[in-house]
Nanobody
Framework: QVHLVESGGGLVQAGGSLRLSCAAS????????MSWYRQAPGKQRELVAT???????NYADSVKGRFTISRANAKNTVHLQMNSLKPEDTAVYSC??????????WGQGTQVTVSS
């Protein structure tokens, strides 16, 4: 049984920073892509950032230059460093691991709230 556990969410003032982490417990067959998604109330879930096994990254336009995704393969962990946070970044952030055999694993989500 594989579980992804996020941590690092919370309440921060606009302009502040948070660092999210997502760690996998259990056995995952070679994680290929690691991603962060977010969903704000009343809005669709959106892809925030992705990092592949070669450490290539992609970001949503709304977070480019402010957020940085990184991974630690030995620990099956992915991080999201979020700087210069804005109220519109408020959402539940969830991690997704996609492995080489095509299985997806989701975390339970962590709340990020940015006050103005």
């Amino acid at each position: 049984q594989v579980h992804l556990v996020e941590s690092g969410g919370g309440l921060v003032q606009a302009g502040g920073s948070l660092r999210l982490s997502c760690a996998a417990s259990g056995s995952i067959f070679l994680t290929k892509d690691m991603s962060w998604y977010r969903q704000a109330p009343g809005k669709q879930r959106e892809l925030v950032a992705t990092i592949n096994s070669g450490n290539s990254t992609n970001y949503a336009d709304s977070v480019k230059g402010r957020f940085t995704i990184s991974r630690a393969n030995a620990k099956n962990t992915v991080h999201l460093q979020m700087n210069s946070l804005k109220p519109e970044d408020t959402a539940v952030y969830s991690c997704l691991f996609h492995d080489l055999v095509g299985l997806d694993y989701w975390g339970q989500g962590t709340q990020v709230t940015v006050s103005s």
